[in-house]
């Protein structure tokens, strides 16, 4: 079970580090409600017009629902939820995640609703990823520059710009999409945790 507390940290070691033997790694806060609530202030605060995942499926059920012959929309919609499960990492070799990505670009031409949440989901995704990153940043080890160690930095309780300018691009994303991850892991435990034992 993941732990419940935002002083309770998660290690992660970003994509490109992992065959290193000191590898970046750095310390996420597990996302409580709290935080979660400060995000979506930091979205708004910031103009960002947040697309979740969870509403991308709802509108790709949606249009499933439009697009294809009712003898094949059953079988779509579960692989929309059979897809949704799936670990981050099984994503590109799953056969499911493979027919759901061919069904899904169908409704990408067919139904414009969907098209246009899709494009704001992608618009918006990348700054999304940036403010889950300072707010759930809390740390790291064996980050340097120039063969120099760079220090962490909090700046009112989130990880400051000057933090988040040290880091490559690519890793304050990869921060980003692994906070919004524990953020739906926990929200499911918090489901499984609450529903009667058999």
């Known amino acids: ?9 998660v290690r992660y070691v970003p994509k490109d ?7 970046p790694t750095y310390l996420i806060g597990i996302p409580t409600e709290w935080g ?4 979506r202030v930091a979205c708004i605060a910031e103009g960002i017009l947040l ?41 590109l070799a799953a056969p499911s995640a493979k027919a759901l990505a061919k069904i899904e670009r169908l409704c990408l031409t067919r139904s414009p609703a969907y098209a ?9 995704w990348p700054a999304y990823q940036w403010l889950a990153a ?14 120099r160690p760079v ?10 710009d000057e933090s988040l300018a040290a880091l490559p691009e690519a890793h304050v994303y990869e921060i980003g999409s ?10 499911q435990e918090k489901k499984d945790s609450a529903s009667p034992s058999t």
């Open 17 to 23: 580090g992992r065959d290193r033997e000191s590898p």
């Open 178 to 187: 692994e906070a919004l991850a524990l953020s739906r892991v926990s929200d």
């Open 134 to 147: 300072k707010q759930f940043l809390r740390g790291w080890e064996n980050v340097s520059h120039e063969g």
């Open 1 to 9: 079970m993941l732990p419940c507390s935002s002083r309770q940290t």
């Open 116 to 124: 246009t949440l899709s494009a704001e989901q992608q618009r918006w």
């Open 36 to 39: 979660k609530n400060e995000l």
């Open 51 to 91: 697309v979740t995942l969870e509403q991308l499926r709802e509108g790709l059920k949606d249009a499933i629902a439009e697009v294809l012959p009712e003898a094949e929309r059953a079988a779509a919609l579960a692989l929309v939820d059979e897809v949704a499960a799936l670990p981050p990492e099984a994503l």
């Open 151 to 160: 220090a962490f930095t909090l700046h009112q309780g989130l990880a400051s």
